[in-house]
C-alpha cells in the first residue's frame, strides 16, 4: 500500500510539473535544472528522476511506456523512492 501511496505520490507531482510547464511556457532551463531549482529532490536521485520523467513524457504513445511499466521502474521501487 506505501508503495501504491508513493507511486502516486509521484505522480501528482509529475503532473503538477507538466502543467506548470505548460502555463507558463516552455521554460529555457533543462528539466534536470528545474528539478534541482525546486529543491524537492535529494541531490543523489536528481539522475534517476531526470530519467523517470523523460520516460513518461515520451511522446510518441506506441514507444511510452504503460503505467504498469512505469510502476516497475527502479526509481518508483519500494525503498529507492520516499
Known amino acids: 500500500m506505501r508503495t501504491v501511496r508513493a507511486f502516486y505520490t509521484l505522480l501528482s507531482r509529475l503532473l503538477i510539473l507538466c502543467i506548470g510547464l505548460f502555463i507558463l511556457g516552455i521554460p529555457e532551463e533543462t528539466l534536470e535544472h528545474q528539478i534541482i531549482s525546486s529543491g524537492v529532490v535529494p541531490a543523489d536521485d536528481i539522475p534517476g528522476i531526470v530519467k ?18 512505469l510502476f516497475g521502474n527502479e526509481w518508483v521501487e519500494p525503498g529507492y523512492a520516499s
Open 52 to 69: 523517470f520523467v523523460q520516460t513518461c513524457l515520451t511522446m510518441d504513445p506506441a514507444s511510452r511506456p504503460s503505467a504498469d511499466d
